[in-house]
């Protein structure tokens, strides 16, 4: 990924979409990217993907921004979140946008 400043984020094109984020230390979330730098980002309405498995028999993390999640996926309730040393950053489609938006927040055993 090219290293982008927040010093202008009108010419993101990123900035707005529905996003997954891998993050080194912090696990996988998916929100609203507000805002991003070199290696870390902002996310609004952020919900962190604790266990997943993609929709429609899809594989990786790549197919949940694609296809979104199954219903036995666990993922915590929305908050705006900084997010440090990312590794990647994908694009949702709005199916994906969709599956991941409908999912009950995960209650823990």
């Not at 296809?67 to 590794?87: F, H, M, Q, W």
Request: proline letters at 3%; charged letters at 25%; aromatic letters at 6%.
């Amino acid at each position: 990924m090219a290293e982008t400043t927040t010093a202008n984020p009108s010419n993101d094109s990123w900035i707005g979409k529905y996003v997954i984020v891998r993050c080194r230390d912090a696990g996988v979330h998916a929100g609203v990217l507000t805002s991003r730098t070199d290696r870390a980002c902002e996310l609004s309405e952020s919900r962190r993907l604790w266990f997943w498995k993609v929709a429609n028999k899809g594989a990786f993390l790549s197919g949940v921004a694609t296809e979104g999640l199954d219903a036995s996926s666990k993922i915590g309730a929305p908050v705006d979140i900084v997010l440090t040393e990312n590794c990647e950053i994908l694009a949702c489609t709005e199916m994906a946008e969709q599956s991941i938006r409908a999912l009950p927040n995960h209650k823990g055993a």
